[in-house]
C-alpha cells in the first residue's frame, strides 16, 4: 500500500503536469493567434499561396491548442462511477483529434496547391514583406517548438510533445515557404504554389503520425520494450516469487495499467502470499508512469535445490 507521503507526491506530480501543459498551451495559443493572423493577412496583400498555406496551418494549431487545453482539463477528473480508472484517455482522444485535424487541412493544402501549379500562368509576383513575414514566422515557430518540447518532455506528456512537434512541422513549413517565396521573388513564380504543396504533404504526413499512434494507444497498445523490462526488473527483484507469467500492459493516457500472474509456493498462507504479491505490486508501482498493476496469485510447488542442482547438471 502506497504511503500518505507517496499519495501527496503522486498528487502533487499530477497537479504540476496539468499546470504546465495549461501554461505551455496558452502560450502557443497567444502564439498562434498573432501568427496565424498576420500570415492569413500579408498572404493575401502579398499574393502568396505559400504564406496563406502556412496561416491555415497556424490556424490548425490554433485549434489543436483548444483541443490540447480541453483534454487538459478533462483528464483532471477524478474516478467515478462510469470511469473506474479516471480520464486519462481523454489526452488520446485529443492527440487523434489533433491527427484527424491536421490530415483535413492538409489535403486541403494539397487541392488548392495542385489546382495553382496546374495552371502556371495564372501565379503572380509576390510582394518582399511576404518574405519577412515568413522568416519572423520562421523564428517564431521554432523557439515556441523548442519550449513546448521542453515542457513535454520535463511533465512526460505523449500529448504535449505531440503538439510541440506540431509546432515543429510549422516551423518546417515556414522554412518552406520562405524558399518559394524567395524563388517566386526572382521569377520562379511557380516556386510559391510548389512551396504550398510541400507544406501539405508535411501536414498530411505529420496528421497521419499522430492519428495513427492515437489510434493504436486508444485500441490497448502496449508499453515499448524498454519500459517492459524495467517491469521485469522489478518482478525479479521481489524476495519470495517464485516466478510471473501473462505480464500484459496497456496505455491509458500518459499512464500505465499493468496485470500480471505471480507464482507464489503454495504452501505459504493466504497472508504470506499476499505480502509478496503487494511488495512487487509496490516495487512495478515506483515506476514513474504506472497508474495500477492488477496481480493473480497462481499457488506452485517450488523446485527443490537438489531437482534445482540436476536441472543445472543436465
Not at 499561396?49 to 496561416?55: C, P, R, S, T, V
Not at 491527427?99 to 489546382?115: N, Q, T
Not at 520562405?178 to 521573388?185: F, P, R
Not at 497508474?291 to 536441472?311: A, C, F, G, Y
Amino acid at each position: 500500500m502506497l504511503s500518505t507521503d507517496e499519495f501527496d507526491s503522486s498528487e502533487l506530480d499530477m497537479r504540476f503536469k496539468h499546470l504546465a501543459a495549461r501554461r505551455s498551451t496558452m502560450v502557443s495559443v497567444f502564439v498562434n493567434i498573432w501568427l496565424s493572423t498576420i500570415q492569413i493577412i500579408a498572404g493575401i496583400v502579398a499574393g502568396s499561396q505559400g504564406l496563406i498555406a502556412d496561416g491555415l496551418h497556424s490556424l490548425s494549431d490554433l485549434i489543436a491548442d483548444f483541443v490540447v487545453l480541453f483534454a487538459n482539463h478533462q483528464s483532471q477528473k477524478a474516478p467515478d462511477a462510469d470511469h473506474h480508472y479516471g480520464h486519462q484517455r481523454y489526452e488520446n482522444a485529443a492527440s487523434l483529434a489533433i491527427g484527424v485535424l491536421l490530415l483535413a487541412v492538409g489535403l486541403g493544402m494539397l487541392w488548392s496547391a495542385v489546382r495553382k501549379v496546374e495552371q502556371p500562368d495564372l501565379i503572380q509576383e509576390v510582394k518582399i514583406i511576404a518574405l519577412w513575414v515568413a522568416l519572423g514566422a520562421l523564428l517564431a515557430k521554432e523557439l515556441l517548438f523548442r519550449y513546448m518540447l521542453q515542457i513535454g518532455k520535463r511533465v512526460q506528456s505523449n500529448m504535449l510533445i505531440a503538439n510541440a512537434w506540431h509546432a515543429r512541422s510549422d516551423a518546417a513549413s515556414s522554412l518552406v515557404v520562405a524558399a518559394g517565396i524567395g524563388g517566386n521573388l526572382l521569377g520562379y513564380h511557380i516556386l510559391d504554389p510548389v512551396a504550398a504543396l510541400v507544406v501539405g504533404l508535411m501536414v498530411v504526413r505529420m496528421g497521419w503520425g499522430f492519428a495513427r499512434d492515437a489510434l493504436h494507444d486508444l485500441v490497448d497498445r502496449a508499453v515499448d520494450e524498454k519500459f517492459l523490462v524495467e517491469i521485469r526488473r522489478a518482478l525479479d527483484d521481489t524476495p519470495g516469487l517464485i516466478g510471473w507469467h501473462d505480464l500484459r500492459t496497456r496505455k491509458m493516457g500518459d499512464l500505465i495499467l499493468v496485470d500480471v500472474h505471480l507464482e507464489i509456493d503454495g504452501q505459504l498462507t493466504i497472508e504470506e502470499g499476499h505480502c509478496i504479491a503487494l511488495d512487487a505490486r509496490n516495487r512495478v508501482m515506483m515506476q514513474p508512469l504506472v497508474l495500477n498493476l492488477m496481480t493473480h496469485i497462481d499457488p506452485v510447488k517450488p523446485i527443490s535445490q537438489e531437482t534445482s542442482m540436476t536441472r543445472s547438471i543436465t
